[in-house]
């Protein structure tokens, strides 16, 4: 029976594929984000680096991502939704290593874009501004210049944070019993009271054609079998 290294426990493990799964992207956007790519540009080859700048070499040879990297496509990609260009996340990326002083820059609470720039938001620890009513700045990541946030920011809300780096997702909103937690599963979707993986869930629930036997059969409740199915529906509906 394998044993998994313990270096990589509970930070969760993808392939590319399954990453651009549970991200609704396509596999071919992800593996470039990832692992960077390679081209002929006027009979020259070029490489492009990883978006991910704490990538780890190990693992991208093994075509596998973290939980953390995970968080982190999940940004580039609503940046590329966006309008946002791959040199300004590049930038902005490199930019915001240095801010948090962290491998996986976008996998910090509190970044938001306006479809040109992404923006970092400080909190605001200086004594002078305790009497502006200012609770947080926003520090543009291109030109570095402090500005005030003024969008919604609508990932945060699904994704809890420990001190600094996201810590859970919550891939269908807090409504849903459905979660990827790197210390849980491998960081692969489950019910989060039952830590029984919504595939498995799905499947019985198919097999046995049923919500109320596959919930039986795995001592759940009904409402995590029926959110099992929204999920699992939601992620071949991509």
């Known amino acids: 029976m394998a044993v998994a290294t313990p270096s990589l426990a509970g930070i969760g493990l993808y ?97 938001q874009t306006d479809g040109q720039s992404i923006f970092a938001i400080l909190e605001a620890e200086d004594s002078s501004l305790t009497n502006c009513l200012i609770d947080e700045l926003v520090e543009d990541l291109q030109d570095r210049q402090l500005v005030m946030p003024s969008l919604v920011r609508p990932y945060f809300h699904k994704i809890d944070y420990g001190m600094l780096e996201a810590e859970r997702y919550w891939p269908m909103d807090r409504e849903s019993s459905v979660v990827l937690d790197p210390m849980r599963g491998f960081g692969k979707p489950i019910d989060n009271s039952s830590g029984v993986p919504t595939a498995v869930l799905h499947q019985a629930y198919l097999a046995e054609e049923s919500v109320e036997a596959a919930a039986d059969w795995y001592e759940v409740e009904e409402a995590a079998v029926h959110d099992a199915i929204a999920y699992e529906t939601y992620l071949r509906a991509g």
Request: aromatic share 8%; net charge positive.
């Open 15 to 111: 392939s590319v594929a399954e990453a651009a799964k549970l991200l609704r992207a396509s596999t071919a956007n992800v593996s470039r984000w990832a692992n960077g790519y390679s081209r002929t540009y006027r009979g020259e080859q070029a490489h492009s680096e990883p978006l991910l700048v704490g990538r780890d070499d190990g693992l991208r040879q093994r075509g596998l991502v973290t939980f953390l990297d995970l968080m982190e496509l999940l940004f580039i990609g609503a940046f590329r939704q966006h309008g946002v260009s791959v040199p300004v996340i590049r930038t902005a990326a490199q930019r915001a290593a240095e801010l948090f002083n962290t491998d996986h820059p976008f996998a910090v609470k509190l970044l």
